[in-house]
């Protein structure tokens, strides 16, 4: 695709329902990268994909989180028994290879909401 | 743990002000990338620093990079509205691009 793309854009949930966040990179794009941004906040890593491969999940607050990617492509972020702490906006982006000189695109981002 | 601090928090000045942004860490980068976010979308990357003592400048905007490569500012002079956002400083610490985020400067600039 022409950019990063996430689904949903927003989504509210109950506390203690599981939530699934997705993240399309740009094609041809090996590196993809999640981070959670709270409000007023920076970016907080959160893991990082290598192909299909984490290498660095150092960065998931609790065993609630966790992410896939399949077909080096297509990545899910999936937060389980969801806490009102888990309130933010999860960005993706996606790079060329894992190199600085790679430039990371970020998607628009997914804004949670947990009532 | 690497940080990096960003001051100001928040800055809100007129239409063809200067204005620099700080970012400070203790410790080193292997780079320093400073974005630029609006609301509803991504941090679009501005620029990358990479050597020490580098200075890169984009029409208004000029970027330096400390000599220890700890530290980075950026400047903007004759500021317009349309510079408003939010900017954001992050540390590549090397090995694979994970960027450490500031906090942000959100920048608001007045007709």
């Known amino acids: 695709g022409a950019g990063v793309s996430q689904s949903p854009s927003n989504k509210v949930t109950e506390k203690g329902k599981d939530v699934e966040l997705r993240c399309d990179p740009i094609?041809?794009?090996?590196?993809l990268y999640w981070y959670r941004q709270s409000l007023g906040q920076g970016l907080e890593f959160l893991i990082y994909?290598?192909?299909?491969?984490?290498?660095?999940k150092s960065g998931l607050p609790s065993d609630r989180f966790s992410a896939e990617r399949t077909g080096g492509s297509v990545s899910t972020l999936t937060i389980q028994r969801t806490q009102q702490e888990d309130s933010a906006v999860y960005l993706c982006?996606?790079?060329?290879?894992?190199?600085?000189?790679?430039?990371?695109?970020f998607g628009a981002g997914t804004r949670l909401s947990v009532l | 743990t690497q940080l990096l601090e960003q001051s100001p928090q928040f800055l809100s000045i007129q239409e063809g002000e200067n204005l620099t942004v700080y970012c400070n860490s203790s410790?080193?980068?292997?780079?320093l990338q400073w974005y630029r976010q609006e609301p509803g979308e991504g941090p679009v990357l501005l620029v990358t620093?990479?050597?020490?003592?580098e200075v890169k400048k984009l029409k208004r905007l000029t970027f330096q990079f400390g000599d220890a490569r700890k530290d980075s500012s950026l400047h903007i002079t004759a500021a317009q509205p349309g510079d408003t956002g939010l900017y954001l400083c992050?540390?590549?610490?090397?090995?694979?691009?994970?960027?450490?985020f500031g906090a942000g400067t959100r920048l608001a600039v007045h007709p």
């Open positions: 992050a540390g590549d610490s090397g090995g694979y691009n994970k960027l450490i």
């Open positions: 094609s041809g794009h090996t590196a």
């Open positions: 994909f290598q192909g299909n491969s984490a290498p660095d």
């Open positions: 620093v990479v050597t020490g003592g």
């Open positions: 982006a996606s790079s060329q290879g894992i190199l600085a000189k790679n430039i990371q695109y």
């Open positions: 410790s080193v980068f292997s780079s």
